[in-house]
C-alpha cells in the first residue's frame, strides 16, 4: 500500500487545525498491523499502553502512553500490533493529519 505525504512539498507548519482523521480499529491491530492511508501531523491516544509505531522518516520505536487522553506530534505511517498478551491496551486511537 503507498502512504500519500499530504506535507511532502509544503511549507506550512505541520499541526492545528486537521482537516482528516483515521480511527484505528483496535481489534484489527490486535491481529496485526495497520499500514496508515495517510502520514499523520499526530496520533491522539486513549488509554495507557505501549505502542511500537514507524515514523515518517522509516524509524521504528516503542512508545509509552500514560493513559490520558491526549494528542502527540508524532508523523506516523504504520502502527505495529499490539503485543499478545499484553494487559494494557489503548482504548481508542485516532491519526490526524
Known amino acids: 500500500m503507498t502512504i500519500t505525504?499530504?506535507?511532502k512539498h509544503s511549507s506550512d507548519a505541520i499541526g492545528e487545525?486537521?482537516?482528516?482523521?483515521f480511527d484505528v480499529d483496535i481489534e484489527a491491530l490486535q491481529e496485526g498491523d495497520i499500514d496508515l492511508p495517510f502520514t499523520s501531523s499526530a496520533i491522539m491516544v486513549a488509554g495507557s499502553c505501549?505502542?511500537?509505531?514507524t515514523l515518517h522518516g522509516g524509524t521504528t520505536a516503542k512508545f509509552w502512553f500514560n493513559g490520558d487522553r491526549r494528542i502527540y506530534p508524532l508523523r506516523v505511517t504504520r502502527i505495529h500490533q499490539i503485543e499478545p498478551g499484553s494487559v494494557l491496551n489503548p482504548d481508542s486511537i485516532v491519526t490526524l493529519w
Open 5 to 7: 505525504d499530504p506535507f
Open 17 to 21: 487545525p486537521y482537516a482528516n482523521a
Open 50 to 53: 505501549r505502542l511500537t509505531l
